[in-house]
């Protein structure tokens, strides 16, 4: 799969995902640090990348119609959430090659101890 990591998650998750077998990329590694959602959004479409982050405005399906994308996984996370929990995460995901082969065309709400495909 491809990924495009938003600058709110760690950039070690870029790592994380390559380890995985994944062609990851982190947004500020691409010249788009300080792009605005729409714009990170517009790269991850285009690229046919599933867009990881934790900025639940993405989870608004008005704005960024699931099934126009790779995929949108929208960490929710507890306030004070470390790295450490949050590569966690994104390695339960990659634990789970059904919820994959699932993201494309979705959303998905990672939170600790579940995951929320949109729409199912």
């Keep these: 799969m491809r990924f495009l ?3 709110d998650l760690p950039r070690s998750g870029t790592s994380l995902l390559r380890r995985h077998g994944h062609d990851a ?3 500020r590694d691409v010249g ?4 605005t959602d729409s714009e990170i959004a517009r790269r991850a479409r ?3 990348r599933c867009l990881v982050t934790g ?3 993405f989870a608004d399906v008005r704005n960024y119609v699931p099934e126009s994308y790779a995929g949108i996984m929208v960490f929710a996370l507890p306030a004070g959430a470390t790295a450490r ?3 966690r ?3 339960d995901v990659m634990q789970q090659p059904e919820i994959l082969a699932r993201l494309a065309g979705r959303l998905a709400i990672v939170e600790p101890g ?3 495909l949109r729409p199912s």
């Design 85 to 87: 929990l949050i590569l």
């Design 55 to 57: 900025d639940f405005g």
């Design 32 to 35: 788009l640090a300080a792009a």
């Design 5 to 7: 990591i938003d600058a």
């Design 46 to 48: 285009d690229e046919r």
């Design 25 to 27: 990329v982190d947004v």
């Design 89 to 91: 995460l994104i390695e």
């Design 114 to 116: 579940r995951l929320r």
